[in-house]
């Protein structure tokens, strides 16, 4: 439930880029924690 909110928070600042200046920072954050949840799954498999 935790990792589900904080992608629905990644997802809204990845909305409002134009607007934000650290829009790239976000989502730049945003990749990385789909690289490790992607990692981690491939190691439990």
Do not use: E, H
Not at 1 to 23: E, H, L, N, V
Not at 24 to 42: C, K, Y
């Amino acid at each position: 439930m935790m990792a589900y909110k904080k992608g629905d928070g990644y997802m809204q600042r990845w909305d409002s880029r134009p607007d934000k200046p650290d829009g790239g920072q976000w989502a730049a954050l945003g990749v990385a924690f789909l690289i490790i949840l992607i990692v981690i799954f491939m190691n439990l498999l």
